[in-house]
């Protein structure tokens, strides 16, 4: 997804009614979950009959090649979109029916990263993070500067890259800058679209350990798409293969690498990584 339409998908996305409360954190075990959702672009059917559940507390990783649907997938789940036919339960609630009014309620319990962070090149980080609760809350600057700072501590930033502008950081800090305004609000559902792509290596297992550390330290649950195969076996505990609209194989990836189907040991054959050292460097979750 590219940048300006992400910020503007995260406006819009961001929209919330002014008055809503605070969603109460779920306990909810299954938090989002597909039934046989498609999606037609002008006659030209992208997701076709995707079954899907998300765990509570849980990372589930979403693979497949480009143009596969896996962007369109987020959307729908993060309530951008509405599906052609099929059920969308967010925490019990399904969204499809839904009017703007409710779908903005339920947007938020969702924090989305976007694949080039979205930050606005214009102003600087503390104006890009402040955002969200600039919109949505009634908080002081002092107040936010303040939450801004916490979040920014904990994702490994110091107060110096508040007056910084996009274009100063590396990768690495955009992703963790769009990481810290998505974290702003709270949500209890974090999704990540390529949050590795365009990144090194290094950085992207760099990247990987911070979704991670973010799940375990906020107890939120993980959506990330990807088509970096060590991102998904380093952080999934349920992975999907998303081929041309449907979904391949689905398990552990253990059960994908190992399991009897080929598509998806093909799959990450051709990756060319080495995911039985990912899986055995793998710490207890
Ligand atoms: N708004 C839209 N209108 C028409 N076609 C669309 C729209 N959004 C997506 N598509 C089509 O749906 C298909 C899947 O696109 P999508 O962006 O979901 O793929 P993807 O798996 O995220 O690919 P990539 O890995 O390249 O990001 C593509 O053929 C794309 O052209
Ligand atoms: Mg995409």
């Known amino acids: 997804m590219a940048g300006l339409p992400g910020l503007l998908d995260y406006r819009q996305s961001m929209a919330h009614d002014a008055l809503a409360g605070k969603a109460k954190p779920s306990t909810r075990e299954d938090i989002v979950v597909l039934e046989q959702v498609r999606k037609a672009f002008g006659g030209v059917e992208v997701l076709r009959g995707i079954d899907l559940v998300c765990k509570h507390g849980q990372t589930t990783c979403i693979v497949g090649g480009s143009g596969a649907g896996k962007t369109t997938l987020l959307r729908l789940v993060v309530a951008l979109e509405k599906p052609t036919s099929g059920r969308i339960l967010v925490d019990g609630e399904d969204t499809v029916p839904m009017g703007e009014r409710e779908l903005n309620r339920v947007r938020q319990k969702f924090g989305m990263v976007y694949q080039y962070a979205a930050l606005l090149d214009s102003i600087n980080v503390l104006e890009n993070v402040s955002f969200p609760l600039v919109e949505h809350t009634k908080l002081s600057r002092a107040e936010i500067r303040q939450r801004i700072v916490e979040k920014l501590q904990i994702l490994e930033l110091d107060e110096t890259v508040l007056m910084k502008f996009p274009a100063e950081l590396s990768g690495g800090m955009r992703k963790r800058v769009g990481l810290a305004r998505a974290l702003m609000l709270e949500p209890q559902i974090l999704v990540y679209d390529e949050p590795t792509s365009g990144l090194d290596p ?54 994908l690498a190992h399991g009897d189907n080929a598509d998806a040991r093909e799959f990450i054959r051709q990756s060319g990584v080495n995911v039985d050292a990912i899986l055995a460097s793998r710490t207890a979750r």
């Open 202 to 255: 290094l950085t992207s297992r760099a990247v990987d350990d911070l979704i991670d550390d973010t799940r375990k330290r906020f107890g939120v649950t993980s959506l990330v798409i990807t088509h970096d195969i060590a991102s998904c076996f380093k952080l999934a505990d349920q992975a999907l293969l998303l081929t041309k609209g449907q979904i391949a194989a689905r398990g552990t990836p253990d059960e």
